[in-house]
DNA sequence: TGTCCACAGGAAATACGGGGGT
DNA sequence: ACCCCCGTATTTCCTGTGGACA
């Protein structure tokens, strides 16, 4: 009875306080590509990317004038704005142009998570519906030719946007010999390439023979400033929260934030979120010290997700460290660490490493930024590294229930 | 000054595993 | 179905090293 009447009070309190109206507005991925477009269209009508809109408009002027644009690569930080531009650019392009009565026809090949030569070739056949979806079997000859007849009944302009080039594996130089020199070939329709990378320098590592042949434009997206990812937060606010839900300043502590570390609008909007969130667990209207909260749960989130992730020797390594430097507050020498590490994988029956992979495991956390590890020599008693961990007390705490949960133990251990 | 500790970290060998070719 | 090849993970082997101590 009185834990009904407790959830009854808290739900009726989280309902008046509630702060968030429309969630999905505070996740890229929840919303639909024709909402983005709407909130896009809203952002560059307030002047964000101006300049690159202009940009993109002169290179494609020459559709107008039935001409052929060079191929365009866009370089930029994550975040930028770049994938999404070129999208809602291309969108509206596309729709002048069927006004115009000029034949196009755009394909946007995501390659935001590697793969090689052959799945993406295999990925822009099933747009094109020219293939079906293979594993293997088929060989790459075939796969371009079958692209090649496809894109044969095609008129007009072919616009390919390529998005995280140098995400192709292995054989990124045949998946560009092909597009570059053997496709514009075979083909009567004008084929525009537009290239995305966030590395500035990928055309570096791509064959001379090819590069030589690819005559091409390049943009470049630079972070957002805080004036830029103001505007993108307010137009976000405006349909995600209640109206009186945040309180004066946060908008600009957010945008300064972000626009000072990163310039990303995407992690932006991710502190945002989590701000939302975090006032409306407490009751609150977002405030300056939530932002803070939020910032130093969001850091926390990205070592437990990059643990999570993490093969389990590297998991076991980290926990055996971290309940290791705890108790004796000083720093942990390479030999007891590895004592440690040996006792926990029998504990959990896993296969323990030697000491020198062990050694490369310790200098990995290093690199990720879980522990501190610094060579130092004791003179006669030997050379080691000293290895500290500086995380907050709750962020170790965290990492401990991750790393037991990973392997299906009670949070109990000496 | 030489010794020697307790490792670091490079190189090569080996194990493993998956994908492609036939 | 089978084998081969290649990339990656791990082991084995090894040489190198700063400085306290005798």
């Not at 300043?249 to 957010?254: A, D, L, P, T, Y």
């Not at 995380?391 to 790393?403: A, H, N, T």
Request: net charge positive; glycine share 4%; with cysteine.
């Amino acid at each position: 009875m009185q834990i009904e009447n407790r959830i009854e009070r808290q739900i009726e309190s989280l309902l008046e306080h509630n702060i968030i109206r429309d969630r999905s507005y505070l996740d890229d991925e929840q919303l639909f590509r024709n909402e983005q477009f709407k909130v896009l269209k809203a952002i560059f009508y307030v002047n964000v990317r101006q300049k690159e809109i202009d940009g993109l408009s002169a290179h494609f002027a020459p559709i107008f004038r039935d001409d052929h644009p060079i191929h365009l690569s866009i370089l930029g930080k994550t975040g930028t704005g770049k994938t999404v531009t070129i999208l809602y650019f291309l969108n509206l392009i596309r729709n002048l142009c069927t006004k115009k009565n000029i034949p196009i026809r755009y394909i946007y090949l995501d390659l935001t998570t590697p793969k090689p030569c052959f799945r993406a070739l295999n990925d822009l056949a099933c747009f094109l519906d020219a293939s079906k979806r293979y594993k293997k079997g088929i060989s790459l000859d075939e796969l371009m030719c079958r692209i090649e007849s496809k894109i044969q009944t095609l008129q007009g302009y072919f616009i390919l946007l390529i998005d995280e080039i140098d995400h192709v594996r292995r054989d990124m130089d045949s998946f560009l010999k092909f597009l570059v020199k053997r496709l514009p070939q075979r083909v009567n329709v004008r084929l525009v390439l537009i290239f995305t990378s966030n590395k500035l320098n990928w055309m570096e590592a791509i064959d001379p023979r090819v590069k030589s042949f690819l005559k091409i434009n390049e943009m470049v997206f630079n972070p957002y400033n805080a004036l830029d990812l103001k505007k993108i937060l307010s137009l976000r606010i405006e349909k995600a929260l209640h109206p009186g839900g945040i309180a004066e300043g946060v908008v600009e502590k957010i945008a300064a934030i972000s626009s000072r570390t990163h310039g990303d609008a995407r992690k932006a909007v991710e502190l945002l979120s989590k701000s939302a969130q975090l006032a409306e667990k407490e009751g609150k209207v977002i405030t300056v010290e939530i932002v803070d909260k939020a910032l130093e749960e969001i850091e926390q989130d990205k070592y437990v997700a990059m643990i999570r992730a993490s093969p389990k020797q590297l998991q076991a390594a980290l926990f055996a460290i971290i309940t290791g430097s705890k108790h004796s507050t000083k720093v942990l020498h390479t030999g007891d660490a590895y004592g440690r590490y040996r006792s926990f994988c029998d504990r959990i029956a896993l296969r323990a490493l030697t000491q020198r992979a062990f050694s490369d495991l310790v200098s990995e956390l290093d690199m990720c930024g879980f522990v501190q590890a610094r060579l130092r020599s004791h003179g006669r008693y030997g050379r080691t590294k000293e290895i500290a961990v500086h995380l907050s007390k709750e962020l170790i705490k965290k990492l401990k229930q991750v790393v037991l949960m990973e392997f299906d133990l009670n949070p109990r251990w000496p």
